[in-house]
T-cell receptor, first 115, second 110 residues
Framework: DTEVTQTPKHLVMGMTNKKSLKCEQHMGHRAMYWYKQKAKKPPELMFVYSYEKLSINESVPSRFSPECPNSSLLNLHLHALQPEDSALYLC??????????????FGPGTRLTVT | SQQGEEDPQALSIQEGENATMNCSYKTSINNLQWYRQNSGRGLVHLILIRSNEREKHSGRLRVTLDTSKKSSSLLITASRAADTASYFCATGGGAQKLVFGQGTRLTINP
């Protein structure tokens, strides 16, 4: 199984809402990632979990809160978002390599609209 | 600053023609990867070329890497309508960290 699944596919939320994005993989990968992608731009890394521990936080605002409950699951909790946070949120996973980079497997993304 | 920069930003060709897109990067790399993204969907890994490799093939894809010029190219031969997508190069920005180029939007016209 080489699939990364993400739910929901689409999400519309108000600025006062709390919602969560979910990501799951069963490839035995021990690195999982959240990216944010605006239209016609490349993905921008937000967070990396390595062996279920947060290893990289790219100075993401605290209204985004990641969580890795186990080696297969990755959540992104959203609270008090701003309209400029509207974007495609991509989850990815990969093997862990010391200082290098393996290929990453991406989910289909969650299209988030903040109203 | 962005590790990978690609050109052209957009490319439109006829079906059956070859498409070439280029990527330049700024720092030393362990490997360089190419990804494809269909409109509004997740990225699909196409090919990884290591820093000690100069050329790699996968089906209709040919990737070259010139570490002396800090550049790579992706050639898609005999293009098909299904190749219409955005193509991104990505290089390592540290352990488990990929930095993506701005991407090339490829349109294959029937």
């Amino acid at each position: 199984d080489t699939e990364v699944t993400q739910t929901p596919k689409h999400l519309v939320m108000g600025m006062t809402n709390k919602k969560s994005l979910k990501c799951e993989q069963h490839m035995g990968h021990r690195a999982m990632y959240w990216y944010k992608q605006k239209a016609k731009k490349p993905p921008e890394l937000m967070f990396v979990y390595s062996y279920e521990k947060l290893s990289i936080n790219e100075s993401v605002p605290s209204r985004f809160s990641p969580e890795c409950p186990n080696s297969s699951l990755l959540n992104l909790h959203l609270h008090a978002l701003q309209p400029e946070d509207s974007a495609l949120y991509l989850c990815a996973s990969s093997q862990v390599q010391g200082q290098g980079n393996y290929e990453q497997y991406f989910g289909p993304g969650t299209r988030l609209t903040v109203t | 600053s962005q590790q990978g920069e690609e050109d052209p930003q957009a490319l439109s060709i006829q079906e059956g023609e070859n498409a070439t897109m280029n990527c330049s990067y700024k720092t030393s790399i362990n490997n360089l990867q190419w990804y494809r993204q269909n409109s509004g969907r997740g990225l699909v890994h196409l090919i990884l070329i290591r820093s000690n490799e100069r050329e790699k093939h996968s089906g209709r894809l040919r990737v070259t890497l010139d570490t002396s010029k800090k550049s790579s190219s992706l050639l898609i031969t005999a293009s098909r309508a299904a190749d219409t997508a955005s193509y991104f190069c990505a290089t390592g920005g540290g352990a488990q960290k990929l930095v993506f180029g701005q991407g090339t939007r490829l349109t294959i016209n029937p």
